[in-house]
């Protein structure tokens, strides 16, 4: 049974940094292709960035050049370096293997929240 543990979230004021990380088991993005997807309340949950597994990224508009995805292949993880935050990144951020329609392909974690605040 896969899994995915999100960390590292936390609150941040505007124009700050955070990483995120995804622990992995079953060795799962070496397999899928992996991404981060984030949920504001009221909203839908969004894929923000995708890493495949050939190591080549695709972000949405509106974080590109702001946040970076990437795997470490010693600890298994797919973490989400987030620079220059704003207010409307304040989400809880997910990750999840990804299919070829950017959809979740495993069972969703408890996710990580990250709040952007003065």
């Known amino acids: 049974q896969v899994h995915v543990v999100e960390s590292g979230g936390g609150l941040v004021q505007p124009g700050g940094s955070l990483t995120l990380s995804c622990k992995t088991s079953?060795?799962?993005?070496?397999?899928?292709?992996m991404g981060w997807f984030r949920q504001a309340p009221g909203q839908q949950r969004d894929l923000v960035a995708i890493?495949?597994?050939?190591?080549?990224?695709t972000y949405k508009e509106s974080v590109r050049g702001r946040f970076i995805i990437s795997k470490d292949y010693s600890q298994d993880t797919v973490n989400l370096q987030m620079t220059n935050l704003r207010s409307e990144d304040t989400a809880v951020y997910y990750c999840?293997?990804?299919?070829?329609?950017?959809?979740?392909?495993?069972?969703w974690g408890q996710g990580t929240q990250v709040t952007v605040s003065s």
């Open positions: 999840n293997a990804v299919g070829s329609w950017g959809q979740a392909l495993e069972t």
């Open positions: 079953g060795n799962i993005f070496r397999r899928h292709d």
């Open positions: 890493i495949n597994v050939d190591g080549t990224t």
